[in-house]
């Protein structure tokens, strides 16, 4: 597997979801890593961003203070917590590198859906 997605399901408006990636040691190694999203008929954005320290991160307006990216380098996973959930927040979720020069392969996302 070199980038699987998961953690998906539905969730009503205001509750919480934790994602999870897995990537492979050369996808995730040294690099920074970013959790996109997309929803049909749009573009990939880029949602939230965490460097290879685990520390220095960013993240899109619109989840500044409701998301949480972080991430294990000894078991090469990546993590997206997500409190407060609105429904603009329905969309696929994909893990990956950053910034877009280093992007690998689009592995397989995870959707989840936000209920108003």
């Known amino acids: 597997v070199q980038l699987q997605a998961f953690g998906g399901g539905l969730v009503q408006a205001g509750g919480y979801l934790r994602l999870s990636c897995a990537a492979s040691?050369?996808?995730?190694?040294?690099?920074?890593m970013g959790w996109y999203r997309q929803v049909p008929g749009k573009q990939r954005d880029l949602v939230a961003r965490i460097a290879r320290d685990g520390i220095i991160t960013n993240y899109a307006d619109s989840v500044k203070g409701r998301f949480t990216i972080s991430r294990d380098n000894a078991k090469n996973m990546v993590y997206l917590q997500m409190n407060s959930l609105k429904p603009e927040d329905t969309a696929v979720y994909y893990c990956?590198?950053?910034?877009?020069?280093?992007?690998?392969?689009w592995g397989q996302g995870t959707e989840f859906t936000v209920s108003s």
């Open positions: 990956n590198r950053f910034p877009s020069s280093v992007i690998a392969a």
């Open positions: 040691g050369s996808i995730f190694r040294l690099n920074t």
